[in-house]
């Protein structure tokens, strides 16, 4: 049995004429990279354009401790963790993680609109960081470390699409349960 619902414009994200995200068509294998993982990014925008701290710190799907937020913050590490950390080498110190609370991007995304902005500006912040290291690195055989293992800037490339194409899932149900708005 369905559920009954139907298809219709009010419950998408965006109506495709309005849609900023791209439908492929990219030419070569940096840019084919950068332009998925770019429209992932600009999916998760879209699953949490119009809601307010209350919706978007809201864990609607019991027990799990999901937030549109969370994820966001979560995003922000992972972005922070293999473009800082694995490809410029840099030490860093995780956001929002700490040895008392290993989950703090999750447990720590709670209705305050200074929280929200906070995790906005730190996303916004990594995914220029990586922008800039993309757009520098010579070509994608470039190389990080992980934990001792060589990894190259293509590998993390599609980590990073993978990561956010299964968060953007998450998302998706999230967002249905916080207003019936529906993946796109």
Known sequence: MGSGRGFVWANMFVRPEEDTRTDGGFRGERATLVGYLRDQRLTLELKCAGLDAEALARRSVEPSDLSLLGLVRHLAGVEQKWFRGVMAGQEIRRHYRTPDAPDGEFTGAVADPAVVAEAWAVWRAEIAFA?????????LDVVGDVDGERMALRE???HMIEEYARHNGH?????????????Q
């Open 156 to 158: 993390v490339l599609v």
């Open 171 to 183: 998302a998706d149900f999230l967002r249905e349960r916080i207003d019936g708005r529906v993946g």
């Open 131 to 139: 922008e800039r290291l993309v757009a520098e690195a010579p070509d």
